[in-house]
Nanobody, 124 residues
């Protein structure tokens, strides 16, 4: 059974930092592209960042480029999202997702497995 478990969410002041972790089990981690998505209250879920199978290629939404960094640790079957210079508009539930495709894709419909989500709240 595939499980993706996010952790590291919480409440932070604007300008602060948080690091989200997503521990994967039940799948061959190295064969999955990993992504982060988020859903703010009243809005649709949107792409945030993705990392290729090897970790060598990363992709970001324009809204987080230069502030967020995605990375993966194959030894720990874990993907991370380091979030710096957080803004009020970054407040959302953040979801980790796994995609078995060779390509790194931004469309949530492409992803096969999802975590339960982690709340990130940025106070202004």
């Amino acid at each position: 059974q595939v499980q993706l478990v996010e952790s590291g969410g919480g409440l932070v002041q604007a300008g602060g930092s948080l690091r989200l972790s997503c521990a994967a089990s039940g799948l061959t981690f190295s064969t999955y592209t990993m992504g982060w998505f988020r859903q703010a209250p009243g809005k649709e879920r949107e792409f945030v960042a993705a990392v290729s199978r090897s970790g060598g290629n990363t992709y970001y939404a324009d809204s987080v480029k230069g502030r967020f960094t995605i990375s993966r640790d194959s030894a720990k079957n874990t993907v991370y999202l380091q979030m710096n210079s957080l803004k009020f508009e970054d407040t959302a539930v953040y979801y980790c997702a796994a995609d078995s495709s060779t390509w790194v894709r931004r469309s949530q419909e492409s992803y096969d497995y999802w975590g339960q989500g982690a709340q990130v709240t940025v106070s202004s």
